[in-house]
């Protein structure tokens, strides 16, 4: 629910959002930017790819949730899991 909750929250006007770069980098409860950014891309937010540098994203979120948790990413995490089914950038 946490991306839910910042979809919802920028679509009611909140101009920024508090999130780690993958789930398993940002404390319980907090929103995953990769899959944020990807979320408002796919509703046609033409500012994030204007806006961020999104070419790396899939691989750095990769490299911070290996690093937070010393193990590989799950392969079906969502946008950056090796067997994803959504597209990310």
Do not use: I
């Not at 990807?38 to 540098?53: C, F, I, S």
């Amino acid at each position: 629910l946490a991306n839910a909750t910042v979809l919802d929250a920028l679509a009611g006007g909140a101009d920024g959002m508090w999130c780690g770069l993958s789930e398993e980098g940002a404390p319980m409860g907090h929103a995953c930017s990769a899959v944020a950014l990807t979320n408002l891309a796919r509703l046609g937010n033409k500012h994030v790819m204007a806006e961020y540098n999104t070419e790396n994203l899939v691989s750095a979120a990769r490299k911070v949730a290996v690093a937070t948790t010393g193990k590989p990413v799950p392969s079906k995490q969502v946008v950056y899991g090796s067997s994803a089914v959504d597209v990310c950038f």
